[in-house]
T-cell receptor
Framework: IAGITQAPTSQILAAGRRMTLRCTQD?????MYWYRQDLGLGLRLIHY???????GKGEVPDGYSVSRANTDDFPLTLASAVPSQTSVYFC?????????????FGPGTRLTVL | RKEVEQDPGPFNVPEGATVAFNCTYS??????FFWYRQDCRKEPKLLMS?????NEDGRFTAQLNRASQYISLLIRDSKLSDSATYLC???????????WGLGTSLAVNP
């Protein structure tokens, strides 16, 4: 693994189903983030984690949950998917939670909820 | 008013042209500023941070104007490979997380 990876690359999901998007980084970054990107709305922060064991809510957290059991992994779970959660989801990480640190992004997961 | 606003474009320019983008922000307490680049259907990648004194990286120059609350990105001698969407990113202060602009689309034509 080099950098930050996400899985799956894309997914079509029936409404009401539970789904976990995976994110793994091998850069030993302390901070990790989940964004969604929608046409006309740009990148919006869903949840973040400043360090392993801690999480926080971003701008659009409703319907999503995260956990940060270790430094490398930061999964995003949709407990009961709805069509409005159709989006491109990006995971990102940075060395620390300081705003001056560069955020490195994974390749994204394209999720369609029908 | 949105916290971070950009002209969406698209900007269509010929190779070799100079092109400039502006981005305005609403919170005067904003502390950190960045330009990210995003290619079609790819992830965003940092292009450059924007410092108070202005900074240059090869053909790219970034400026910050705190009085008028905007940042700019100048691209000289445009290349075909510069075609992308350029995202303005601002940390609005008070320990808040980054706010992302919607992006400006650039197409450099042969």
């Amino acid at each position: 693994i080099a950098g930050i990876t996400q899985a799956p690359t894309s997914q079509i999901l029936a409404a009401g189903r539970r789904m976990t998007l995976r994110c793994t980084q091998d850069m030993r970054h302390n901070a990790m983030y989940w964004y969604r990107q929608d046409l006309g709305l740009g990148l919006r922060l869903i949840h973040y984690s400043n360090t392993a064991g801690t999480t926080g809510k971003g701008e659009v957290p409703d319907g999503y949950s995260v956990s940060r059991a270790n430094t490398d992994d930061f999964p995003l779970t949709l407990a009961s998917a709805v069509p409005s959660q159709t989006s491109v989801y990006f995971c990102a990480s940075s060395l620390t939670s300081l705003s001056t640190d560069t955020q490195y992004f994974g390749p994204g997961t394209r999720l369609t909820v029908l | 008013r949105k916290e971070v606003e950009q002209d969406p474009g698209p900007f269509n320019v010929p190779e070799g042209a100079t092109v400039a983008f502006n981005c305005t922000y609403s919170n005067s307490a904003s502390q950190s500023f960045f330009w990210y680049r995003q290619d079609c259907r790819k992830e965003p990648k940092l292009l450059m941070s924007v410092y108070s004194s202005g900074n240059e990286d090869g053909r790219f120059t970034a400026q910050l104007n705190r009085a008028s609350q905007y940042i700019s990105l100048l691209i000289r001698d445009s290349k075909l490979s510069d075609s992308a969407t350029y995202l303005c990113v601002v940390q609005p202060g008070n320990n808040r997380k980054l706010i992302w602009g919607l992006g400006t689309s650039l197409a450099v034509n042969p």
